[in-house]
């Protein structure tokens, strides 16, 4: 029923950009938080950015700086806005969004695919 539609990945060099995009789409009642979070080979996946309110937007330190998320609510899409990105971002990114399905009881989390971000010379 929920589709988690990624976009915006690809390869740049250091100190490039990068905008990544999800849109959430089906049979969705309400949306509290989308985000992105990465992996890279061997890592755990960690939380780069998330934004559950206009005024609630959490950055890891790496992001810090550097990204900037922004939700569009009546699109039900997150964007990541990346620049001056470094060799050690490269990973997959996922998107995640905290939703409500229509006729559910409580919010559920979902998944992207992941979207590969390289940087590299």
């Known amino acids: 029923q929920v589709q988690v539609m990624e976009s915006g990945g690809g390869s740049v060099q250091p100190g490039g950009s990068l905008k990544l995009s999800c849109v959430v789409s089906g049979n969705i009642f309400s949306v509290s938080a989308m985000g992105w979070y990465r992996q890279a080979p061997g890592q755990e996946r960690e939380l780069v950015a998330k934004?559950?309110?206009?005024?609630?937007?959490i950055y890891s330190p790496s992001a810090m700086g550097r990204f900037t998320i922004s939700r569009d609510r009546a699109k039900n899409a997150v964007h990541l806005q990346m620049n001056d990105l470094k060799p050690e971002d490269t990973a997959v990114y996922y998107c995640?969004?905290?939703?409500?399905?229509?006729?559910?009881?409580?919010?559920?989390?979902?998944w992207g695919q992941g979207t590969q971000v390289t940087v590299s010379s």
């Open positions: 934004e559950t309110a206009p005024a609630n937007k």
């Open positions: 995640h969004a905290h939703l409500t399905e229509s006729g559910a009881w409580s919010p559920v989390p979902y």
